[in-house]
Nanobody, 123 residues
Framework: QVQLVESGGGLVQAGGSLRLSCAAS????????MGWFRQTPGKDREFVAA????????YYADSVWGRFTISRDNAKNTVYLQMNSLKPEDTAVYYC????????????????WGQGTQVTVSP
């Protein structure tokens, strides 16, 4: 079993920055890919970014490429999402997730999820 706990959400003005954290526990993570998704009311969960624990192979949604950076600290079992140049359309609940399917952008491929953290970007 994998337990994931997100933190770092909040309210920020457009153009500002936030860093989300995802603390993982309960398993050996070297085989997993860790992802960030986001969701707004009435919409499907949207892929944001993902990275393998065992190597630097990050990949991003086009909508956040160049503004968001995903990274991990293996010693702390924590994955981060640094979000810069935030836009009102980035407002969503952000979820951390884990999968054994590297390269996937489908939320159905991720079997473990955190509880989510709200990010609100004001105009």
């Amino acid at each position: 079993q994998v337990q994931l706990v997100e933190s770092g959400g909040g309210l920020v003005q457009a153009g500002g920055s936030l860093r989300l954290s995802c603390a993982a526990s309960g398993s050996t993570f070297s085989r997993y890919t860790m992802g960030w998704f986001r969701q707004t009311p009435g919409k499907d969960r949207e892929f944001v970014a993902a990275i393998r624990w065992s190597s630097d192979s990050p990949y991003y949604a086009d909508s956040v490429w160049g503004r968001f950076t995903i990274s991990r600290d293996n010693a702390k079992n924590t994955v981060y999402l640094q979000m810069n140049s935030l836009k009102p359309e980035d407002t969503a609940v952000y979820y951390c997730a884990a999968t054994l399917v590297h390269g996937s952008r489908r939320y159905s491929a991720y079997g473990y999820w955190g509880q989510g953290t709200q990010v609100t970007v004001s105009p």
